[in-house]
Structures are given as C-alpha cells and as structure tokens.
C-alpha cells in the first residue's frame, strides 16, 4: 500500500513533504548537505540504473565542485605582480621576426648585501641569504623568457653560471678592479645569439677608479647566414640588421664624484661606438645601474648626445642626494625632475678645475660633451601607468632600501631597434609595504627591467 501522507493527532491527513534536489545529486548511502555560501542545499538517498552519473559526466563544469575551482590571488599577490606594456604602434608581438628580450638586473652583490647592513635593517636575514636569493633571480628571469641579461654587483658568478647553463644560457664576466668582489656579467641564450666579439673596459686604466664595463658583439642565430661577419669586411644590411652591440656597466655611486661618473659612461660609450662602426655600423644596446636619476645631466647627457659641464656642478650631475631617509630621498622624482631643470635653466658657470675637466671629458680644456650614439630609453619608448612612470616616462623606482628609492638603472637602444614591449615596476605604495628590497618575492635591492626589442625592418 502506498503511504499518501502522515496521519496527525487531530486525525488530519498532511500531504507528504515535498522534496528538494541538488543540482549535484548522486547515489549516497546517507542524506548530506553541501554548502555555497550561506544557501544550503539539501539532498537526498536516490536509485538509478546503473551507468555513469550526471555528476560523473560533468563533474569538471559543477559549480559546487572545490577541487576544480581555481586558486585565487590575494590582493597582494596581484598587485604584487609586474605587469606588461605595449607599444601602441607594435601591438602585436608578430610584427617582426627577430623579436628578442633583453634584461638589466643589478642582482645586489652578497658581499655588498653583508657590509652595509643599515641599508636592509627593514629586510628579514632570510631573504638577504644567497641561497636563497639565486634561486628566486632564476625564477624570475626564466618567467621573462630573457634571451640576454646584463648583471650588474656579481660576486657569485659561477653560481650563477651553473644555474643559467641548465636554462641554455652561457655567458662571460668581468670583474671590478682594485679590493671589490663584484662584477658585471653578460648572459644569451645560445639557440639564439652567438658571440662574435668580447671586450672589457677597466676605467682605473683611465683614472676613472675601479668600476668596469663589458662589450660584446652578439649574431642573431634566427637568421642564419652562410658567411661569417668579421670587422673591416663590406657588410650587407641584412647582416649588419641581425648582430648587435651589448654594452653593461655599473658606475661608480658617489654623488660627489660627478667628474668621474661623466667620464666613465663618456668612456663606455665612445668604446660602444667604435665597435659599432668596426662591425658594420650595427645597432647598440646601453644597459646598467648608471647611478643617476631620470632628467640629471647625466640622463641629459645620454639622451641629447651633448652635455656643457659649465651649467652644472660637478656634484649634481647625478641627481642623486646625498644621504637622508627614503622618504626624503625618494621624494617624488617629478619633484627632482623638476628642480633640476629649474637648476639647469640659469646662465651660471660652475668652475671645474683642470683635473676635473680631464677626467669629464678626455681632453684637457673640453668642457662640452659629446656622443655619437643616438640613443632611446626603451622605457620612454613605451607609455606606462601613471602608477610606475613619472612625467618624463620612466619608472619611478626601480631600486628601494632604506636610505634611497628611485630609478637608476636604464635600457637605452640606438634606432635600429624598436621597444615591442617593457615590463612595469611596481608602484610605490606597494614597495612602501615591504619596507625595503629584498623581499619574499624579489631577490635583490633592485628591480630587473626588461624590454622586449625588434630589429627594424
């Protein structure tokens, strides 16, 4: 007999209970609930033939289904995240052929990190510990699909070396001069470049103290030619178009010392130059920690191939301050910017005596200037968030301790390139938060920058 309903006390008949079905029902031995936020859905025991079951079938599309749903960034994990930017006149990475991603990364020498603890007291020791440092600088420029890096501050070269040779890399070093442990170091993927030239710059031979600088001629392997360049040969365009000139330094950081800093990129690049012209006038690539801010001379100097030492003391050719917090050091960079160029605009005439002239400019008497590299800040070459740019259009910071944060470090092409795309630092209320680099996600003091160029067809 088929029960209809439940009898009560007062003799009424109630209707039996309707019954509710989740979207997910399957066959169960006991009654369950599942949970999505705060509805409950109730389901029941039911029998079915045998055969696969709805909730088998579709298991990967159910909504109530935790296994399948994806993880979820944290606010700080996305905006923690660098972000890409795009050339609006090459939006599409397919426009050329020879598309190549170039790093500069001053990777914050361990020796440098132990002696100068006042600059990391904000830092936990753990994410100061090499060990630990290497692997999350490897991390990192793996997920850049870098095919040639420029390292500044390496004192763990082999280290370095080793891991890099596991992802196809290879690579040469040059170490500072004088009782520095540290270096710059050049890296390529060997299925796409191979190396034609090598060359170091020791700027003590110069008077210009211990720092150095690295210059290699690198071969496009994307476009394999039958014939070998080599130097005094006639080069046709096509050949020339697919090697380039890979300079790295790191200059000296004493912002007093505006006279040697001057003479040391004037030096590396008159050195780029003439490497160029021996190779078959091919394309240049600047990169580095130049110690200098955006809109100093020195950036001036970079930007606009000339430079009058005599409108500017020799101690403010950097832009750097001297000492102070990070926050009176950062500041704002528009607000340095700005000052500098008020400070540029007056008729005045600095006095550099003869010692100072010569280490500036080469040549006893010169006091103006003068490159032959027309060149691009990559950076510059691609609008960014107003988040990471200042009003020129480089990064706001791309190096952030305790007594300094602001950008030094730069990627600067001759015309025969083109940016594609770079990628953004980070904004500064988010370094803010970390209270100083390195950190659980970043490796050293400094941020790498990356850009990804096109050889112009």
């Known amino acids: 007999m088929k029960q209809l309903g439940r009898m009560e006390g007062n003799g009424d008949v109630r209707p039996?209970?309707?019954?509710?079905y989740s979207v997910n029902t399957e066959v169960e031995q006991q009654p369950h609930k599942i949970r999505r936020g705060r509805v409950e859905f109730e389901t029941e025991t039911l029998t079915r033939e045998p055969g696969p079951s709805l909730s088998t079938r579709f298991q990967a599309l159910s909504p109530l289904s935790r296994r399948h749903r994806k993880p979820q960034q944290s606010r700080d994990e996305r905006e923690s995240s660098r972000q890409w930017a795009f050339s609006p006149c090459n939006s599409s990475t397919s426009t050329y052929k020879d598309n190549f991603v170039v790093v500069s990364y001053n990777i914050l020498g361990v020796e440098n990190a132990s002696k100068h603890p006042d600059l990391y007291y904000k830092v936990p020791p753990r994410f100061l510990e090499w060990g630990r440092r290497k692997k999350l600088i490897r991390k990192e420029i793996n997920r850049y699909n870098a095919s040639i890096m420029c390292l500044q501050e390496v004192d763990r070269f082999d280290d370095l070396a080793h891991l890099f040779q596991k992802d196809g890399f290879e690579g040469v070093y040059k170490a500072r001069t004088g009782e520095a442990s540290d270096g710059c170091a050049i890296f390529w993927k060997k299925e796409m470049f191979s190396l034609l030239h090598q060359e170091n710059i020791e700027f003590q031979s110069f008077g210009l103290r211990n720092n150095v600088a690295q210059l290699c001629v690198l071969k496009s392997k994307q476009n394999q030619l039958e014939s070998e360049i080599t130097p005094q040969t006639s080069v046709s365009p096509c050949t020339q178009n697919r090697s380039v000139v890979i300079g790295n330094t790191h200059v000296l950081f004493n912002p007093n010392r505006g006279d040697i800093?001057?003479?040391?990129?004037?030096?590396?690049?008159?050195?780029?130059?003439?490497?160029?012209?021996?190779?078959?006038?091919?394309?240049?690539?600047?990169?580095?920690?130049?110690?200098?801010i955006p809109q100093s001379p020195m950036y001036q100097f970079l930007a606009s191939s000339e430079l009058d030492i005599r409108l500017h003391n020799r101690r403010h050719i950097s832009g750097q301050v001297d000492s102070g917090s990070e926050n009176r050091s950062f500041r704002s960079q528009n607000e340095k910017a700005s000052s500098i160029r008020k400070y540029v605009s007056r008729p005045l005439q600095y006095i550099w005596n003869e010692e100072e002239v010569r280490l500036a400019a080469g040549i006893e008497g010169a006091t103006r200037l003068q490159h032959h590299l027309k060149l691009c800040s990559a950076y510059l070459g691609v609008p960014g968030s107003c988040r990471t740019r200042d009003g020129c259009g480089e990064p706001l910071a791309t190096s952030y301790h305790s007594k300094f944060m602001g950008t030094v470090d730069y990627i600067?092409?001759?015309?025969?390139?083109?940016?594609?795309?770079?990628?953004?630092t980070l904004p500064i209320n988010i370094l803010r938060r970390n209270g100083g680099l390195p950190s659980k996600k970043w490796g050293s003091d400094h941020l790498a920058l990356v850009c990804e160029l096109a050889f112009r067809k």
């Open 16 to 20: 039996p209970k309707r019954k509710r």
């Open 261 to 292: 800093k001057l003479g040391q990129v004037r030096l590396f690049l008159e050195k780029a130059h003439e490497l160029s012209q021996e190779w078959g006038s091919i394309p240049v690539i600047i990169s580095g920690d130049l110690n200098s």
């Open 412 to 424: 600067w092409h001759t015309e025969e390139l083109v940016p594609v795309r770079v990628l953004e």
